[in-house]
């Protein structure tokens, strides 16, 4: 099993909604990353999980809360969104979070906020 | 400040002849260079890399070349097929696992 699995594959959320991006993987990968992807813009780092602790945040607001509940399952808790917060949200592990090592992605959940 | 740069949007190539993709980045601390290749509806996949050690690394069809004097990351596809059409992405990485993406090269190849 190589897949990273992502649900739901769209969201649609009005600004007030809480919502969750939820992602899953079964290769025993030890880091797992939530990016995000605008229109015709390359994928952005927002969190890495290492060893179900969190390891790197770069700066994302505090509506975007990612819980790693254990070693194969990464979410993404969503709340008092903004529209330009839509986008394409990719989940990514890696065997470890190192240099080198290569990330499998997920599908994406395309969110959309009214 | 973009640190990884794909200038050329896209590229059309004919089935059999070679895909010449290009990356220019301005980071001195990267130290792993990787591709990525997007069909629509997917997430990308990994395609090939290369360590800063190195300045050579081929896969099959798929080469890739890193000229760490000039920064510059290129992948070479040979002979390139219509199933290779998709958009392809340069990342570069430093200690931690931070991928810094370039903004994609949409391939065509036409049969």
């Known amino acids: 099993d190589t897949e990273v699995t992502q649900t739901p594959k769209h969201l649609v959320m009005g600004m007030t909604n809480k919502k969750s991006l939820k992602c899953e993987q079964h290769?025993?990968?030890?880091?797992m990353y939530w990016y995000k992807q605008k229109a015709k813009k390359p994928p952005e780092l927002m969190f890495v999980y290492s060893y179900e602790k969190l390891s790197i945040n770069e700066s994302v607001p505090s509506r975007f809360s990612p819980e790693c509940p254990n070693s194969s399952l990464l979410n993404l808790h969503l709340h008092a969104l903004q529209p330009e917060d839509s986008a394409l949200y990719l989940c990514?592990?890696?065997?470890?979070?190192?240099?080198?090592?290569?990330?499998?992605f997920g599908e994406g959940s395309r969110l959309t906020v009214l | 400040d973009q640190q990884v740069k794909q200038n050329s949007p896209s590229l059309s190539v004919q089935e059999g002849r070679i895909s010449i993709l290009n990356c220019d980045y301005t980071n001195s601390m990267f130290d792993y260079f990787l591709w990525y290749k997007k069909y629509p509806a997917e997430g990308p996949t990994f395609l090939i890399s290369i360590s800063s050690i190195k300045d050579k690394n081929e896969d099959g069809r798929f080469t890739v070349f890193l000229n760490k004097s000039a920064k510059h990351l290129s992948l070479h596809i040979v002979p390139s097929q219509p199933g290779d059409s998709a958009v392809y992405f340069c990342?570069?990485?430093?200690?931690?696992?931070?991928?810094?993406f370039g903004e994609g090269t949409q391939l065509t190849v036409n049969p």
């Open positions: 990514a592990s890696s065997h470890m979070a190192s240099v080198g090592g290569e990330l499998f």
């Open positions: 990342a570069m990485e430093t200690s931690g696992s931070r991928l810094t």
């Open positions: 290769m025993g990968h030890r880091a």
